[in-house]
C-alpha cells in the first residue's frame, strides 16, 4: 500500500494568489481529514469527510479556504486568495470506517509559502 | 468535550536509558487512546493505541504505554532510548462513543543523546 499521497510536497506562492493541494487517500479508507500544522498552534483539524460528505468544516479559518472530494479516491483543498499567515505545513490523512478505534494515516504533508 | 494535555514540550534522555512521555486526557465517556510519532519533514505515523484491556499496550519499535484510568493517564514509554527515538511525539484522544474526530496534545519532542 502506497499510503496517503499528498503533492505538491512544496509550494511556495505570492499573496493573493490561489493554491490547490492535493490528497490521495490510502484505498477502501471511508474518513478524509485535513489538518494545518503550524508551530503556533499546533494541528489544527480544518475539515473531515465521511464517505466523500462534509461532516464537519467548522475548523476552516475562512472563506478564504475550500475543500472538495469529488470521488473517494482524491480530494483537494483550495486557497483563494492566498495570505502570508497561510504558510504552515498542510497533512491530509484516511481512516476507515466503523468505530472511533481505527487510526489515522497521514501524509507526508504539503509545506506552504506565502510571500 | 475532549482534550490532552502534554505537561512537557521536550524530554532529553541519553542512549540506553529508559524514556517516558507524559500524557493526560479528558473525555466524558470511555477513551481511545492513541500515540503518534513525526520525524522531520514527515507525516504523522501511529504508534500504538489503548482502545480496552490489559492497561499496557504494546506497539511499533518497542514503546508501550500504560492507561492509567483513575489518573486519566496515558504515559509512552520505552525501556531503552535510541538516538533514533528523537522525534515529535503526540498523544491523541477520541470518546468511545459514536465517531469524534481525534484530539491531539501539543506534542513533546525528544531527544536522545549518544
Known amino acids: 500500500d502506497a499510503g496517503v499521497i499528498q503533492s505538491p510536497r512544496h509550494e511556495v506562492t505570492e499573496m493573493g494568489q490561489e493554491v490547490t493541494l492535493r490528497c490521495k487517500p490510502i484505498s477502501g479508507h471511508d474518513y478524509l481529514f485535513w489538518y494545518r500544522q503550524t508551530m503556533m498552534r499546533g494541528l489544527e483539524l480544518l475539515i473531515y469527510?465521511?464517505?466523500?460528505?462534509?461532516?464537519?468544516d467548522s475548523g476552516m479559518p475562512e472563506d478564504r479556504f475550500s475543500a472538495k472530494m469529488p470521488n473517494a479516491s482524491f480530494s483537494t483543498l483550495k486557497i483563494q486568495p492566498s495570505e502570508p499567515r497561510d504558510s504552515a505545513v498542510y497533512f491530509c490523512?484516511?481512516?476507515?470506517?466503523?468505530?472511533?478505534?481505527?487510526?489515522?494515516?497521514f501524509g507526508n504533508g504539503t509545506r506552504l509559502t506565502v510571500t | 468535550a475532549q482534550s490532552v494535555a502534554q505537561p512537557e514540550d521536550q524530554v532529553n534522555v541519553a542512549e540506553g536509558n529508559p524514556l517516558t512521555v507524559k500524557c493526560t486526557y479528558s473525555?466524558?465517556?470511555?477513551?481511545?487512546l492513541f500515540w503518534y510519532v513525526q520525524y522531520p519533514n514527515r507525516g504523522l505515523q501511529f504508534l500504538l493505541k489503548y482502545i480496552t484491556g490489559d492497561n499496557l499496550v504494546k506497539g511499533s519499535y518497542g514503546f508501550e504505554a500504560e492507561f492509567n484510568k483513575s489518573q486519566t493517564s496515558f504515559h509512552l514509554k520505552k525501556p531503552s532510548a535510541l538516538v533514533s527515538d528523537s522525534a515529535l511525539y503526540f498523544c491523541a484522544v477520541r470518546e468511545d462513543s459514536g465517531y469524534s474526530t481525534l484530539t491531539f496534545g501539543k506534542g513533546t519532542m525528544l531527544l536522545v543523546s549518544p
Open positions: 473525555v466524558s465517556g470511555n477513551p481511545y
Open positions: 490523512a484516511s481512516s476507515l470506517k466503523g468505530t472511533g478505534a481505527s487510526p489515522l494515516h
Open positions: 469527510f465521511n464517505n466523500n460528505v462534509p461532516i464537519d
